[in-house]
């Protein structure tokens, strides 16, 4: 077929674009992040036509941003995902060859990765929070997605919520251990503290309490913060929850699979899980406290914040890159 020469800046903010009609902006800022290093990397090997890129090409990209970003496997999928999605609408405008897309490799996540090391990235939970924000605000996803995602919350501390543990005036909330009524939170009496919120957070869990939250009470005639029309929210609902509104068709990302999302089986009611990009609740725990640690919160604060001990935390939580790590300790070195 003909190709139609264009540049790779042209061509990404062409993409923009486009994607701007359609998505959520911390979507597009997503991609235009992400696309920004396919950009850099083009300009330092010469390529000012993306009618030359190649399979090979596109092989050496990620060899590169491999090495350069100090990527995770997760974060290297993520990366190869997004310039799939974006060779595939090339295409569409005779950018590259209609099959190039099919030749972009992302790494496979073992089931080992998928415990121990897949979180959400903060982009992700941001397009996820932005998009039930607009369309599904102070609905039970809505409220307890952000609450996993602002307070680091284990589901089960979430679960254990009532409505009297949330103090508006301090704007916090309080993490109690009642076994003796169902609700032992882990790590037991060592586990309760309270848990400072924003302003942002307590207009939220104002408007659900107000307007959305049913008038419930569980079998032992507590009064849960986070209630269906049956009574308390399960374990298994909250994971319910978490999976199906990572899936990025669910918050408007283009699918990262080459998936049709009309005939997808993870799209089904009850197999979100199947969809590769959707993470568990402990991923977004994991997502979160990373973030924090990205943004300079003390190793203490967050510990403290998210209930884990700092060799836990160093061990099992925390998967900032060495890179990642280096650039925080700079912003002391003119202090020394």
Same mark, same amino acid.
């Given at each position: 077929?003909?190709?139609e020469?264009?540049?790779?800046?042209?061509?990404?903010?062409?993409?923009?674009?486009?994607?701007?009609?359609?998505?959520?902006?911390?979507?597009?800022?997503?991609?235009?992040?992400?696309?920004?290093?396919?950009?850099?990397w083009?300009?330092?090997n010469?390529?000012d036509?993306?009618?030359?890129?190649?399979?090979?090409?596109?092989?050496?990209?990620?060899?590169?941003?491999?090495?350069?970003?100090?990527?995770?496997?997760?974060?290297?999928?993520?990366?190869?995902?997004?310039?799939?999605?974006?060779?595939?609408?090339?295409?569409?405008i005779?950018?590259?060859?209609? =099959?190039?897309?099919q030749?972009?490799?992302?790494?496979?996540?073992? +089931?080992?990765?998928?415990?121990?090391?897949?979180?959400?990235?903060?982009?992700?939970?941001?397009? *996820?929070?932005?998009?039930?924000?607009?369309?599904?605000?102070?609905?039970?996803?809505?409220?307890?997605?952000?609450?996993?995602?602002?307070? *680091?919350?284990?589901?089960?501390?979430? &679960?254990?919520?009532?409505?009297?543990?949330?103090?508006?005036?301090?704007?916090?909330?309080?993490?109690?251990?009642?076994?003796?009524?169902? $609700?032992?939170?882990?790590?037991?009496?060592?586990?309760?503290?309270?848990i400072?919120?924003?302003?942002? *957070?307590?207009v939220?869990?104002?408007?659900?309490?107000?307007?959305?939250?049913?008038?419930?009470?569980?079998?032992h005639?507590?009064?849960?913060?986070?209630? $269906? +029309?049956?009574?308390?929210v399960?374990? +298994?609902?909250?994971?319910?929850?978490?999976?199906?509104?990572t899936?990025p068709?669910?918050?408007?990302?283009?699918?990262?699979?080459?998936r049709?999302? =009309?005939?997808?089986?993870?799209?089904?009611?009850?197999? +979100?899980?199947?969809?590769?990009?959707?993470?568990?609740?402990?991923?977004?725990?994991r997502?979160?406290?990373?973030?924090?640690?990205?943004?300079?919160?003390?190793?203490?604060?967050?510990?403290?914040?998210?209930?884990?001990?700092?060799?836990?935390?160093?061990?099992?939580?925390? &998967?900032?890159t060495?890179?990642?790590?280096?650039?925080?300790?700079?912003?002391?070195?003119?202090?020394?």
């Amino acid at each position: 077929m003909n190709l139609e020469p264009i540049d790779p800046e042209k061509a990404v903010e062409l993409y923009l674009a486009e994607r701007e009609t359609q998505y959520a902006d911390a979507t597009v800022r997503s991609h235009r992040s992400r696309l920004g290093h396919l950009v850099r990397w083009c300009e330092e090997n010469d390529i000012d036509n993306m009618n030359d890129l190649t399979g090979r090409r596109l092989h050496e990209y990620r060899i590169w941003r491999r090495n350069e970003g100090d990527l995770s496997v997760a974060s290297e999928k993520t990366q190869m995902d997004t310039v799939r999605v974006f060779t595939r609408w090339l295409a569409s405008i005779d950018g590259v060859p209609p =099959e190039l897309h099919q030749k972009v490799q992302s790494p496979s996540v073992s +089931a080992e990765q998928n415990t121990r090391h897949v979180m959400l990235e903060s982009e992700d939970a941001e397009a *996820m929070l932005d998009h039930l924000e607009k369309y599904e605000y102070a609905s039970r996803r809505h409220v307890t997605l952000s609450l996993l995602w602002h307070t *680091m919350m284990r589901r089960g501390g979430a &679960r254990s919520l009532d409505v009297e543990d949330y103090q508006r005036e301090e704007q916090c909330l309080s993490v109690v251990s009642r076994p003796e009524t169902g $609700t032992r939170i882990k790590n037991g009496k060592n586990g309760e503290r309270l848990i400072a919120l924003s302003d942002r *957070m307590c207009v939220l869990l104002d408007d659900w309490i107000q307007n959305k939250r049913p008038d419930v009470t569980d079998e032992h005639g507590r009064e849960p913060l986070l209630a $269906t +029309a049956q009574g308390r929210v399960s374990k +298994a609902t909250i994971a319910r929850a978490c999976y199906q509104y990572t899936q990025p068709c669910t918050y408007d990302e283009p699918c990262p699979h080459d998936r049709n999302p =009309e005939t997808c089986d993870a799209v089904q009611h009850g197999h +979100a899980s199947k969809c590769p990009s959707s993470v568990s609740p402990h991923a977004i725990r994991r997502g979160s406290i990373t973030y924090s640690l990205n943004q300079d919160v003390p190793e203490t604060a967050v510990g403290d914040r998210a209930n884990v001990s700092q060799e836990v935390l160093d061990q099992h939580y925390d &998967r900032r890159t060495d890179r990642e790590k280096m650039e925080l300790r700079r912003q002391y070195l003119d202090d020394l």
